[in-house]
């Protein structure tokens, strides 16, 4: 029996006890009324909205100090960073500090413009204060301070609203967690972190995920939604504080923590809640199970619609549409541009309104798929004229939509089809075909003419230009870290954009080739996730060529080869003359017909499709010097030939008809030198015309 407590026994006396008497604990005897002071105080300032006057001011400072800064610190600091990064590359580390000088320049400026404006406003408005105070008007000065007064309290007043804790009536520490959801407050007291293969249920890897996180000093706060995949495991993560780019910054610990392979942490962070991010242990190849192209009959899609090239490492597929879309596609060599271009083509080439046109000056572009190609380019010339002809049919085109009552955009069909140019190895091109291919990219969206531009990287040294981040469509595979930051944004390194951490092929190993990030896919989130581009085999795709090629390959409408008569050429691109008439300096390139520039390019002629008379009349000029043994001729010795050669189809034509006739397709008659005892006449010779048979 337990021993009763010595306030429970009862007292042994004859005297009652004493009522219990309260005991006075020694505080100050005016705490309270002090306190009641200090309450009414509070609630008074409260009613006259005193705090948010003091925070709206705060909140103006601070709106202040931005836009003083105006990102330039940032814009400066990631230079630096991009100069360290570029290191060895002489180049680039020029072209960077030309940028970070220009940088501080503007900055300086920007501080000293802002300035100069904020003291004109506060002297406008001290002047006017001081206007009231001199003139001794009470209400002018009332006025005045109740300006003040509202400004600061409208300026902070509280724009936060309710939690759910609040509406719901839950505790603040009352969350709710992810499908089994594992905090910091779940981990094993002085568990230490273990390598991930020893995980054998998602519990285990998700504490395994906590664990590393913690030693690495990456404020993650909570690991859910931890699933096991045939390569790896994936989960969803949260930070408490920054936000997931700590997990990027530390990827190379966790893989030792984890005992991964290099790159076998690979975070995205996830658009639509910035503190996550899905992590990916990776142990195997995570495109092992991806499914293979479908087979897509000839004239099967619209240029339009959508089709697969590729699937993301979750699992999703890449599907996108060309039409009216310009792309880049970058990666280093052996990151598999040809098959990414491949792929893209194979899509391209099964449309029934499209055409497909291949240029590469250096290597052999969509390789397998050529019967299904329409115009195969690989010289210089031949490259520069193919850009030429569609850079002014675009024009064209542009002038033509509104009699075809298109509207704004250019709509394809079999009768008015979409063209889609592949250019490889761009850097390899002439300084003329880039000039070209850059102004193609300015106007031929909206015309159907899309230019789908593969290099090797994508700096201002490659391209020529800095128009990488320019262009709708982007995509990066293995490629250098600047590459990364010009073509995908200079923070894209930050944000979980790691093309350059993939690998390039070798002889005897592919690698990551043909994996990419890609930015600017139509109907698609603009996410740092890495996807790998369905590779197939060069038998089946020469196949679909051939099926392709079989059905038929279409020809340009004629409504857009004849509206190009009335285009003016670019100015780089025409012949020079001074002001007596001579040629100073040729044309670079000169625009062809469609038939010629089928020509030029070894291509099929169209099907059905007539000699006309100007490749007969040249045909027949060439011929004729070659038997004369001549390699130019006068106007009226050319005509009298001709006349000689074939009466009934020349016999009427006059020396004028024939300059005319000429100057469509070779120009008007050059200097010819010494000929026909004569010292230098003007005639025709007989390379130009050779060009136009």
Known sequence: MATPLRDERPYLTLVDTLPETPVFKSEAADR??????????????????LPHTFRGYRQLGRRWLTRFHDDYPQLIASTDQAILDAAGDVRTERDLHERRAELRAKYRRHRLVYTGKSASVAAAVTGGGMFGLATGSLWIDLAAGLGAFGLGAFHGRDRSEPTAETVLGLPADDTVRGHGSVTLDDLPEGAKPFPIRRAETPQQAAVCVLLAMVAENVPVVEVWDMERQPWGWQCK???????????????????????????????????????????????GNPFATAPGLPYRAPKSLSITDRFRIGTSVGGDPLELSLAGVMGLWVAAS?????????????????????????????????EDLYDAVRITARSNDQIEAVLLFFLVMSKARARLRKKLGMGKKWIASPEHPAFTIFFDEFPKATELA?????????????????????????????LGENFAQMVALK?????????????????????GWLPHKLSPATDTDPKDAGHIFIQGVPGMADEPIEYAIHQTPPETLRKLAAERKAAGLLEPDQASLEAMGGVDLPEYVEAVYDNDGNLKKPAPVELLTWEQLLKL?????????????????????VDLMVKAGLDRMRPETLRDALAGHDPDRYGALTVDALKDLLED???????????????????FKRAALERFI
């Open 237 to 283: 993560v949260r930070v408490g504080e920054g936000t997931p780019e700590a997990i990027i910054a530390k990827s190379g610990g966790l893989e030792t923590r984890f005992d991964l392979p290099t790159n076998g942490v690979r975070p995205q962070p996830m658009v639509e809640r910035r503190a996550c991010a899905i992590l990916r242990l990776v142990e």
């Open 334 to 366: 052996g990151g598999g541009k040809t098959g990414i271009l491949q792929a893209l083509a194979e899509g391209t080439t099964a449309c029934r309104d499209n055409i497909t046109i291949d240029l590469d000056p250096h290597g052999d572009g969509l």
């Open 601 to 621: 390019c070894d291509a099929e002629p169209p099907a059905g499709a007539a000699v006309s008379p100007a490749v007969t009349l040249h045909a027949d000029a």
């Open 434 to 462: 880039k000039k070209l291919a850059f102004d193609l990219l300015l106007v031929g969206r909206k015309e159907l003419i899309e230019v789908e531009i593969a290099s090797q990287g994508g700096t201002k040294g490659y």
């Open 665 to 683: 397709t070779v120009g008007k008659p050059v200097p010819l030198g010494p000929v026909d005892g004569l010292t230098n006449p003007r005639g």
């Open 32 to 49: 309270k009324p002090l306190r009641k002071v200090a309450e009414r105080t509070n609630r008074v300032a409260q009613l006259a909205l």
């Open 475 to 495: 995509a990066v595979g293995p490629c250098k870290v600047g590459d990364t930051r010009a073509v995908l944004g200079d923070g894209s390194v930050n944000e």
